[in-house]
T-cell receptor, first 113, second 112 residues
Framework: ETGVTQSPTHLIKTRGQQVTLRCSSQSGHNTVSWYQQALGQGPQFIFQYYREEENGRGNFPPRFSGLQFPNYSSELNVNALELDDSALYLC????????????FGQGTRLTVV | EDKVVQSPLSLVVHEGDTVTLNCSYEVTNFRSLLWYKQEKKAPTFLFMLTSSGIEKKSGRLSSILDKKELFSILNITATQTGDSAIYLCAVPDQTGANNLFFGTGTRLTVIP
């Protein structure tokens, strides 16, 4: 048990819809990173939030956006869902921006139909 | 471009066997390499190797880092069915994006 919690655990959406995924970071951690893991692949970095500001972004389109709140919890929003967005979305928290010993939540399995 | 390559992609062994998983990397300004075990969803942290800590051991698991040859190995001795999982290797990006570069993982299946 890492102390990083994500909700919901599973979600089914229709193409074109919007989705919001949530993550509560481990106590003492001020950095949250989001990853997308497609079947059979390693996690791919979406973006990182540090003290409520985006602090790095991977190769994902602008329809992937996020927020971090004063308590360091975070949201991932995806607009105009596409079938290829179907994946496991993982949130990782760490006590520094360098991801030293990043701890992952259980993930949200998103299925777009 | 930074990258992490793991091999083999999958491995099937019998209980009691010893396995070696490989991870090679090419990153700018290497600082550390992390190993994770992913059973169902959440990758769980196993080890972090750095220039000052090139060898780690925890029970039946051990890992070493070869900074000269740019690779790491994860060894599991006396494997058990509970070791069945995907093992991921990751290296923190040092170019400013602050992400972890992951390999595709090695899927280990331990048969009773």
């Amino acid at each position: 048990e890492t102390g990083v919690t994500q909700s919901p655990t599973h979600l089914i959406k229709t193409r074109g819809q919007q989705v919001t995924l949530r993550c509560s970071s481990q106590s003492g951690h001020n950095t949250v990173s989001w990853y997308q893991q497609a079947l059979g692949q390693g996690p791919q970095f979406i973006f990182q939030y540090y003290r409520e500001e985006e602090n790095g972004r991977g190769n994902f389109p602008p329809r992937f956006s996020g927020l971090q709140f004063p308590n360091y919890s975070s949201e991932l929003n995806v607009n105009a869902l596409e079938l290829d967005d179907s994946a496991l979305y993982l949130c990782a928290s760490s006590f520094d921006r360098a991801n030293t010993e990043a701890f992952f939540g259980q993930g949200t399995r998103l299925t777009v139909v | 471009e930074d990258k992490v390559v793991q091999s083999p992609l999958s491995l099937v062994v019998h209980e009691g066997d010893t396995v070696t998983l490989n991870c090679s990397y090419e990153v700018t300004n290497f600082r550390s390499l992390l190993w994770y075990k992913q059973e169902k969803k959440a990758p769980t942290f196993l080890f972090m190797l750095t220039s000052s800590g090139i060898e780690k051991k925890s029970g039946r698991l051990s890992s070493i880092l070869d900074k000269k040859e740019l690779f790491s190995i994860l060894n599991i001795t006396a494997t058990q069915t509970g070791d069945s999982a995907i093992y991921l290797c990751a290296v923190p990006d040092q170019t400013g994006a602050n992400n972890l570069f992951f390999g595709t993982g090695t899927r280990l299946t331990v048969i009773p």
